[in-house]
């Protein structure tokens, strides 16, 4: 069955830290990987995605991701975090299959909490 | 684009009362989803829709809930009657549809958070 998971359900960092969020998928397949961001009171906002190519793919607010096949993640990272980037990420896989549906599985999403 | 519009973005209600969710895709997007997102359950898929037409229900919770697609630019999900534990916040999302890799881009509206008491 496929699955999406996020280890990490909450994340403290410094502003200007760095981060990394953590994303790990089970699939039968190469999946279309997909990271979005939900501020506080907000629907969810596209941050980046990857379909095939180049693993590293370049998103939104200087957010980056890197898919490894070996280890089935996708995992998230900003160099230097900002007071603003405080919300909780989710991680989100698609069908790559003919029978394409749309549909997309959800992680339960990563809180990431930023200290001034 | 205005992108995916909901209304209301807050609705109190007492239990027993019907609640309709509105939804307005993004122009020329082929696929509807609705979810549900709570502490307990995270975001949950609820039902979806392709060129108006229901294709999965399988998330739906159970008959109290139905949604509705009569054209392109509207959806609707009604919960009649309603309970305290429907209380969630509700989104709506639309995605292209034209090929697979864009079929999966979902853009999502500013949600409906219900609070039934």
């Known amino acids: 069955a496929q699955s999406v998971t996020q280890p990490d359900i909450h994340i403290t960092v410094s502003e200007g830290a760095s981060l990394e969020l953590r994303c790990n998928y089970s699939?039968?397949?190469?999946?279309?990987l997909f990271w979005y961001v939900q501020s506080p009171g907000q629907g969810l906002q596209l941050l980046l995605k990857?379909?095939?190519?180049?693993?590293l793919v370049q998103g939104i607010k200087g957010f980056e991701a890197e898919f490894k096949r070996s280890q089935s993640s996708f995992n998230l990272r900003k160099p230097s975090v900002h007071w603003s980037d405080a919300a909780e990420y989710f991680c989100?896989?698609?069908?790559?299959?003919?029978?394409?549906?749309?549909?997309?599985?959800f992680g339960q999403g990563t809180t990431l909490q930023v200290k001034p | 684009d205005a992108g995916v519009i909901q209304s209301p973005r807050h609705e109190v209600t007492e239990m027993g009362q019907e609640v309709t969710l509105r939804c307005k895709p993004i122009?020329?997007?082929?696929?509807l989803f609705w979810y549900r997102q709570t502490m307990m359950r995270g975001l949950e898929l609820l039902i979806y829709?392709?060129?108006?037409?229901?294709?999965?229900d399988s998330g739906m919770p159970e008959d109290r809930f139905s949604a509705k697609m009569p054209n392109a630019s509207f959806s609707t999900l009604k919960i009649q009657p309603s309970e305290p534990r429907d209380s969630a916040v509700y989104f709506c999302?639309?995605?292209?549809?034209?090929?697979?890799?864009?079929?999966?881009?979902?853009?999502f509206g500013a949600g409906t958070r219900l609070s039934v008491l």
């Open positions: 122009s020329g997007h082929d696929y």
């Open positions: 699939y039968g397949a190469t999946p279309y």
């Open positions: 999302a639309s995605s292209p549809g034209t090929s697979a890799p864009t079929k999966n881009i979902q853009y």
């Open positions: 990857y379909f095939s190519g180049d693993t």
């Open positions: 829709f392709n060129n108006n037409v229901p294709i999965d």
């Open positions: 989100a896989v698609g069908s790559v299959r003919s029978s394409n549906t749309g549909k997309l599985i």
